[in-house]
């Protein structure tokens, strides 16, 4: 089915990612960012140079100004998965999905202007560190605390599975700054590189997105001066992160209808090329069946997150119907992906292969972001009348 959200500033700035991709996707520096568990810093600023990042930062602070329109940013996600780098998508929506928009939206005047710029070429990585050890479904039970103490917080915990977590520079944390676990008990401070008592930590090792850094941070009696609270105001963390989650996951959900289709992509060329019993393997009825599924699913999904993205553009998606998406997105992604990996036999269970390396990838977007057990928790309580 043919696409129509898109209109010609949109496919003017694909051809932009595309000319990206072609220069900095190359199959050396995926090995690269495999093996060194990160994508480096160069590749960052390539992109903000290119003006790939940063799309929602406001002109006036050197980004492309997009803050409404997430089509663009869907364009991004799809044609960094398509090229096979699943990695680096990911570290483009850290940046963008995850931490930008809490200084965009959220920042006060200072903290726009301090940070914004950086975030916009490249020069400054942003990540979010809300899981801890003890607490990731139920955010509420986090343990790490900021006292406020004379012109600051000291800030003691940890935090771990935080994505870009050894590479970033700003580190949007969220902290329990009340007692209890009321909603206003919570803030969001900003966390720098550098600062003393803080831990970058361990990098973890993990089954898929070999290519972006996952940590564990620690925090020992940090004092973080009180300009870095986000807004400027204490007791707003928990609503800040329910004012965001809802982009983090139409975020995902872009990215695994884009592995899916990425996977066709790539299983119709492989079942066309490869040979048995004298046949080609797309010769075979079973794969041409599988590919019809397969094929259909993809249009299903594209239907479904260009509404979500046409709603989210409108400022109209619910948090309801972001976690419908990213639940049903995902889980179709997941089933798109292990077709396809049948249908390359072997092959696609060899990681150079780019369906092996999505398939790993995939199998964490039901998992972060909110599992997909709590996504179906927001809609059935909504749908229970239980908000
Ligand atoms: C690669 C990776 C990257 C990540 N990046 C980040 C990041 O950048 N920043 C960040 O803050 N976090 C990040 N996370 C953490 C991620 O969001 C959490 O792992 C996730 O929210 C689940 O939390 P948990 O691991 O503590 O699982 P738990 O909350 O312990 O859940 C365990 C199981 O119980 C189920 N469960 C829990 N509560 C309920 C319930 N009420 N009803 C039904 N089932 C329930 C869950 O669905 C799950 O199946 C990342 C994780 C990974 C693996």
């Known amino acids: 089915m043919e696409r129509d959200i898109y209109d010609e500033d949109h496919e003017a700035f694909r051809d932009v990612v595309k000319e990206y991709v072609k220069r900095y996707v190359t199959n050396e520096a995926r090995e690269r960012w495999d093996a060194a568990g990160e994508v480096d810093r160069d590749t960052m600023l390539a992109a903000g140079a290119a003006g790939i990042i940063g799309l929602s930062v406001p002109e006036e602070f050197g980004g492309a100004g997009m803050l409404k329109d997430y089509r663009f940013r869907a364009i991004v996600n799809e044609e960094i998965i398509r090229a096979g780098a699943g990695s680096l998508a990911g570290a483009f929506g850290i940046q963008d999905d995850l931490a930008v928009p809490y200084l965009v939206h959220m920042g ?6 301090k940070w914004l710029p950086g975030m916009a070429t490249g020069e400054i990585i ?6 801890e050890p003890g607490a990731g479904s139920d955010l509420r039970g986090i343990k790490t605390t900021a006292k406020k103490v004379d012109g600051g917080y000291i800030v003691n915990g940890a ?7 050894k590479t970033a520079d700003l580190i949007v944390t969220f902290v329990k700054t009340g007692e209890g676990n009321r909603p206003d008990a919570f803030s969001l401070l900003l966390l720098e590189n550098g600062m003393e008592g803080f831990d970058h930590g361990k990098k973890l090792h993990k089954m898929g997105f070999q290519g972006h850094d996952t940590a564990e941070l620690s925090f020992t009696d940090v004092f973080v001066p009180e300009e870095n609270l986000i807004s400027g105001k204490e007791g707003m963390g928990f609503v800040q992160l329910m004012m965001n989650l809802p982009l983090e996951r139409l975020s ?8 899916a289709a990425a996977g066709l992509e790539w299983t119709l060329a492989y079942t066309k090329d490869r040979e048995a ?3 080609r393997i797309i010769d ?5 069946f599988k590919l019809a599924d ?4 993809v249009d299903a999904l594209w239907a479904y997150i260009d509404r979500a993205l046409k709603a989210y553009s ?3 998606l619910s948090a309801e119907e972001a976690a419908k998406v990213k639940f049903w997105a995902t889980e179709r992604e997941w089933e798109v992906l292990d077709t396809c990996v049948q249908l390359h036999g072997g092959y696609g269970y060899i990681t150079e292969y780019p369906i092996a390396r999505a398939f790993l990838d995939a199998r964490v977007h039901r998992i972060y972001g909110g599992t997909n057990e709590i996504m179906r928790e927001i809609v059935g309580r909504q749908l229970a009348g239980k908000r």
Do not use: C, W
């Open 108 to 113: 006060t005047q200072a903290q726009k202007e």
């Open 126 to 131: 942003g990540a979010l560190a809300m899981t």
């Open 159 to 165: 935090k771990t599975f935080i994505s870009s977590g």
């Open 252 to 259: 995902i959900g872009v990215a695994g209808a884009a592995a």
């Open 277 to 279: 019993f004298g046949e």
């Open 284 to 288: 075979f009825q079973n794969t041409r």
């Open 294 to 297: 397969v094929a259909t699913t």
């Open 314 to 316: 409108e400022g109209k």
